[in-house]
């Protein structure tokens, strides 16, 4: 696990500091700076919190303070916070340490700060806003819940290490930009959206994608047989798509080197036309 980066603690603020280590997982999902603004400390300890298998008052978990409510600072042992972000429409929530699963899950707007890992999840279905996240992520970043058809439509998510398997599942729109390597299956299903990966990938990429583009900096991948080699290319709309990039992300990724790929069209197995491309 990344230990929290220094100067992760910000500054001003409603501040969540969990107050003991936690045995069991909590669920921080309701706790937003819009459902949180204009209530006191004492209001918000009264809230509801699943802690476990039981509910308890948010105080039991956090000391508050509160302060300025366009931004909510969990602080402390946060490994073992869940949905933090979950359905975020705007603000700033800042996790100065490693955070729980499906962190973002649903968000439609606003910033989510992890200043060190996240959990499975991160980012589910999400819709709008930018997740960024200092360490590395778990499996199924930006995929659908269980049973669900649609995965990312929009936003950006950013993680600075490694990410798990199944990245950018079922992905229709948005950014991906992951600076490390990931693991089997990414962007597998994808119908749009772009998936950037630094330094790699797992097994079958781009397994069942329809449409959308996944760039792979660096790094072996092993392509399905299902994907039709189509040369080098010097693309146009990459000057574009990195002009969109953060530029320590652009820098990392390649982009101001070169922008000549090969590209590999599929998956042919589903009649898709996305596109897998790799730096000449």
């Not at 992760?8 to 003991?20: F, K, N, P, Q, Y």
């Not at 402390?76 to 955070?99: M, Q």
């Not at 490390?180 to 959206?193: F, H, I, N, T």
Request: hydrophobic share 40%.
């Amino acid at each position: 696990m990344k230990r929290p980066s220094p100067g992760a603690r910000a500054t001003g603020g409603i501040r969540l500091t969990v107050r003991v280590p936690l045995r069991q997982r909590a669920d921080c999902v309701g706790l937003l700076p819009s459902t949180l603004a204009g209530l006191s400390a004492a209001q918000i300890a009264k809230l509801p919190l699943l802690w476990g298998h039981v509910r308890v008052p948010a105080g039991e978990v956090f000391d508050i303070s509160a302060g300025d409510p366009s931004t909510l600072v969990f602080e402390g042992d946060t490994a073992k916070l869940d949905r933090v972000g979950a359905g975020l429409a705007g603000g700033r929530i800042v996790v100065t340490g490693n955070c729980g699963a499906w962190a973002g899950a649903g968000m439609r707007g606003g910033m989510i700060e992890i200043h060190g890992d996240a959990d499975h999840h991160a980012g589910s279905a999400m819709a709008g806003g930018e997740l960024s996240i200092a360490g590395s992520a778990g499996d199924f970043i930006a995929a659908p819940a269980t049973g669900e058809l649609r995965g990312m439509r929009g936003g950006r998510i950013v993680v600075d290490g490694d990410a798990g398997d199944r990245v950018g599942e079922r992905m229709r729109r948005g950014q991906i930009i992951v600076h490390g390597a990931v693991g089997s299956y990414a962007g597998v299903q994808m119908s749009g959206g772009t998936l950037l990966v630094g330094t790699g990938t797992g097994a079958a990429p781009g397994y069942g994608m329809r449409r959308g583009t996944m760039l792979l900096a660096r790094g072996p991948a092993e392509l399905l047989p299902t994907f039709a080699d189509c040369g080098e290319h010097t693309l146009g709309f990459l000057e574009l798509l990195r002009r969109d990039l953060p530029p320590r992300s652009a820098e990392r990724l390649g982009f101001k080197a070169r922008l000549r790929v090969r590209r590999w069209l599929g998956d042919a197995a589903v009649a898709g036309v996305g596109e897998l491309l790799r730096w000449t």
